[in-house]
């Protein structure tokens, strides 16, 4: 995997290469938003290269209002091929199955979110208001 030159730096917690290719390797599911309404998401995985960045804050805020964990990678393309699609993906969700073989791997992989989340409550409020200003300011 190649490193993205268009990193937002806002965009954290990010996973980093080991991490990136755990993620990867799960084939997420393209629809983050159904599956974080519906209560069937283990975490959700947005790439930090998504240009403006205002367009994942809807899954970012759904992500803090139901407690599911979250994490950017890079680049769009790698998330794309990995969730089967020809075309870059911003956001995809890896979602809970019973029965699932890969359980025990995805409880691996949240550990490894929930290691890296150091984002404050505060930080967070600072980049949700940024991206909502951003966000109010392009719809003018």
Known sequence: LTECADVNPKARPRADSHLTKKLLYLAPQLEATKTLNRGISEFIVMTADAEP????????LLCKDKNVSYVFLCPKQALGQACGVSRPVIACSVTRKEGSHLK????????????????????????????????QRNSN
């Not at 490894?112 to 940024?130: E, G, H, M």
């Open 53 to 60: 960045l205002e367009i994942i804050l809807h899954p970012l």
């Open 104 to 135: 025990q791997q995805i409880q691996s992989i949240l550990q490894s979110i929930d290691s890296k989340w150091t984002v404050s409550n505060a930080q967070f409020y600072r980049l949700t208001c940024t991206l909502s200003f951003f966000q």
